[in-house]
């Protein structure tokens, strides 16, 4: 058994997919030629899976099996009209019918490849609801694979949260919303839904970390940057003496630095500096509203 730390698929997509079997990469690259969105779907909900299993402690074997059937959960795309799949507007009704055929078509395509046989229940699962009111097979509860229960939970948040050819990016808080009434409605699993929270509320630390690294670092640039512009005036009001040429020195500028370029300088990192503030803002409120959101049992 290897140890976590060796393990990095859920980190990255080209380490991931040199995990599969080449056939199934060949399957992989016809899908994203297909249709960016779905690559980016099937990305997406690879990595998602992946930061679940690292939350849930899963073993290395375990970790592996989700993010390839997450990998796989949509291949049966593959067989979906162009014209469908590329579609720049909602579906009708007759389409919406044929598109829910992927999830058949890919357990056959699963089927066809002995090693990834033991994917192609889930893969067909992963729209099913525990209500018995998903497709293609209205499955409820225990007879949904455990696995197409995980996928379900990515797959759904993935899809609200991508920007699409017919919708803009839902926020994370928005989308974690709509999955709770999901939950409420016994459609959806509570433990997975729960795991999901915290990995999106582990991701939203990590980005206001490193925007509160961002805010300092432009703020203590602007620091320097408003210095030379005390320096600068000093010079426009009484011109250029030893003691001002000698504070200049400290700075180190480039040749032709001035008073010009200073003032450049700081409407640029003050915009910088805004918009980071902005985002930092932003998470910080989204943060907010997904820990207001109802808790769940880590149970079914």
């Not at 074997?61 to 590329?86: M, R």
């Not at 209500?131 to 293609?136: H, K, L």
């Not at 300092?216 to 940057?225: F, G």
Request: aromatic share 10%.
């Amino acid at each position: 058994m290897r140890k976590e730390n060796e393990f990095n698929i859920w980190n990255s997509y080209n380490a991931s997919e040199s995990e599969l079997l080449k056939d199934v990469s060949m399957e992989l690259a016809v899908l994203k030629s297909l249709d960016v969105f779905t690559s980016a779907h099937v990305q997406g909900v690879a990595k998602k899976v992946g930061a679940m299993c690292k939350k849930m402690k899963y073993s290395y074997d375990d970790t592996k099996e989700c993010v390839i059937a997450a990998y796989l959960h949509d291949i049966g795309k593959i067989k979906i009209p162009p014209s469908i799949l590329q579609k720049d507007d909602s579906l009708s009704p007759e389409e919406y019918e044929i598109i829910k055929k992927h999830t058949v078509y890919g357990y056959e395509l699963c089927m066809e490849y002995k090693a990834f046989k033991q994917y192609a229940s889930s893969v067909r699962a992963h729209h099913e609801n525990l209500d018995g009111t998903g497709y293609p097979d209205g499955l409820k509860e225990d007879e949904i694979p455990e696995m197409a229960k995980l996928l379900k939970v990515a797959d759904v948040y993935d899809a609200l949260v991508q920007k699409r050819q017919y919708k803009d990016v839902t926020k994370s808080s928005e989308a974690l919303r709509m999955m709770s009434n999901d939950v409420k409605n016994g459609k959806m699993s509570r433990y997975y839904f729960e795991v999901l929270v915290l990995v999106i509320l582990d991701e939203l630390y990590e980005k206001n970390t490193a925007y509160e690294l961002t805010i300092l670092k432009y703020q203590n640039e602007l620091a320097v940057l408003r210095e030379l512009e005390k320096i600068y005036k000093e010079i426009y009001d009484k011109g250029l003496n030893s003691k001002l040429e000698k504070k200049l020195k400290k700075f180190e500028l480039a040749p032709g630095y001035d008073m010009s370029t200073n003032a450049s300088m700081i409407l640029n990192k003050q915009k910088l500096l805004d918009r980071d503030k902005a985002m930092y803002e932003s998470i910080q409120e989204e943060i907010k509203e997904i820990k207001g959101l109802k808790k769940y049992k880590m149970n079914d």
